[in-house]
């Protein structure tokens, strides 16, 4: 797991990270703005199974969720949660094997992966 830390964390290039702003849903007025990276530490703290991150295109939710895959990675004890950023875009067929084909991007053996579950 060390490995794919160190690569995850070189492959980070975000020079500039402007910390974005959220609101409950789309139909809030914009005085109900809330931090997204606090409200992204709560969520991961809580029992919570999904949080939806909704915006239009080019808003900065691909960014937002790179920079937290990073911070994810710095925090990341042995054991504990892995953090994978998967690009749904890029995938042919993003309703299967998600996690199991980013993993063999990064090199991961059937068994690794298997052990993973």
């Known amino acids: 797991m060390q490995t794919l830390r160190t690569r995850r964390l070189a492959d980070y290039k975000q020079a500039v990270f402007i910390p974005p702003m ?16 606090e409200a992204a530490g709560e969520f991961l703290e809580g029992d919570g199974q999904v949080m939806l991150i909704m ?4 808003a ?3 960014t937002f969720n790179q920079y937290l895959e990073n911070v994810l990675w710095q925090d990341y004890k042995t054991g504990g949660r892995i953090p994978l950023f998967i690009n749904l875009p ?11 084909g980013q993993l063999k991007k990064f090199d991961f053996s059937k068994s690794q992966i298997k052990e993973l579950e």
Do not use: M, R, T, Y
């Open 22 to 37: 959220a609101k409950p849903s789309l139909q809030d007025s914009d005085d109900k703005l809330f931090s997204l990276v």
């Open 90 to 100: 890029a995938i042919k067929e993003p309703e299967e094997n998600l996690v199991e």
């Open 60 to 62: 900065g939710k691909s």
């Open 55 to 58: 915006g239009d295109s080019g």
